[in-house]
C-alpha cells in the first residue's frame, strides 16, 4: 500500500479480553514503531522494531503488552487481560532506513468498557 | 530525559493571518532533532518541519518556519497565511538523534488551532 496501514481502526473490547492490532508499514520500511496516544495528550513511545528484531520496549506500560515483527514487516500489538486505563489510541509509524524519517498510519482506537 | 512543554492548549486564529505554535524543550542530551507533526482529526501524524540542533539556520517548509531559539530551548512553530485546512491538533517532539532521526519521539501535548474564516 502506499502509506501504513493499521487494523482494526476501531476496537471496543471488555475489560480482561486480549485484543490484537495490527500494523503494516510501508513495503521495505526497516523500522517500525508503536506509540500509545491518550486522549488529549500526545503520543508515548511504546517499543521499536529493526527488521524482525525488537531493539527497545522500554515504553511497554506492563508484561500485559507484547508486540512482535515475525517476518520484519507485519507488527502486531498485543494486549492481554485489558484494563480501562489501556483506552487509547495506538499510533503504528515505519522508516525506510535507521534514522529515516517516519511516516504513521491512522491509528487504531482501542475503547475498554 | 526529554521534555516538550507545549503550553497553549487551543489557539483561534483568523484566516490569512500568521500563527505562533509555542514549543520549549528540555533535555540533557547534547544533540538532538526537534520535529512538528499535524493532527488533523482523521488522526494520522504528518510531519511539518525538522530541525537538528546542530543546525544554524532555521528549518523552512512552504508556509511552515520553525523558530529555533537553543539558548532558550524554544522551538516556535510559524505558519504563515493560515488556511482553514491548517484547522488541527499540532504536536511539537524531539529526538535524541540530530541528524533526522525520528527513534523514541518525545511528544508534547499539543496545541489545538482553529482558523476562523
Known amino acids: 500500500g502506499a502509506g501504513v496501514s493499521q487494523s482494526p481502526r476501531y476496537k471496543v473490547a471488555k475489560r480482561g479480553q486480549d485484543v490484537a492490532l495490527r500494523c503494516d508499514p510501508i513495503s521495505g520500511h526497516v523500522s517500525l514503531f508503536w506509540y500509545q496516544q491518550a486522549l488529549g495528550q500526545g503520543p508515548e513511545f511504546l517499543t521499536y522494531f529493526q527488521n524482525e528484531a525488537q531493539l527497545d520496549k522500554s515504553g511497554l506500560p506492563s508484561d500485559r503488552f507484547f508486540a512482535e515483527r515475525p517476518e520484519g514487516s507485519v507488527s502486531t500489538l498485543k494486549i492481554q487481560r485489558t484494563q480501562q486505563e489501556d483506552s487509547a489510541v495506538y499510533l503504528c509509524?515505519?522508516?525506510?532506513?535507521?534514522?529515516?524519517?517516519?511516516?504513521f498510519g491512522q491509528g487504531t482506537r482501542l475503547t475498554v468498557v | 530525559a526529554q521534555k516538550i512543554t507545549q503550553t497553549q492548549p487551543g489557539m483561534f486564529v483568523q484566516e490569512k493571518e500568521a500563527v505562533t505554535l509555542d514549543c520549549t524543550y528540555d533535555?540533557?542530551?547534547?544533540?538532538?532533532?526537534l520535529f512538528w507533526y499535524k493532527q488533523p482529526s482523521s488522526g494520522e501524524m504528518i510531519f511539518l518541519i525538522y530541525?537538528?540542533?546542530?543546525?544554524?539556520q532555521n528549518a523552512t517548509e512552504g508556509r511552515y518556519s520553525l523558530n529555533f531559539q537553543k539558548a532558550r530551548k524554544s522551538a516556535n512553530l510559524v505558519i504563515s497565511a493560515s488556511q482553514l485546512g491548517d484547522s488541527a491538533m499540532y504536536f511539537c517532539?524531539?529526538?535524541?538523534?540530530?541528524?533526522?532521526?525520528?527513534?523514541?519521539?518525545?511528544f508534547g501535548t499539543g496545541t489545538r488551532l482553529t482558523i476562523i474564516p
Open positions: 533535555t540533557s542530551d547534547p544533540s538532538y532533532g
Open positions: 530541525q537538528g540542533s546542530y543546525d544554524q
Open positions: 509509524a515505519s522508516s525506510l532506513a535507521v534514522g529515516g524519517l517516519a511516516f
Open positions: 517532539a524531539m529526538s535524541p538523534d540530530p541528524n533526522f532521526g525520528n527513534e523514541k519521539l518525545t
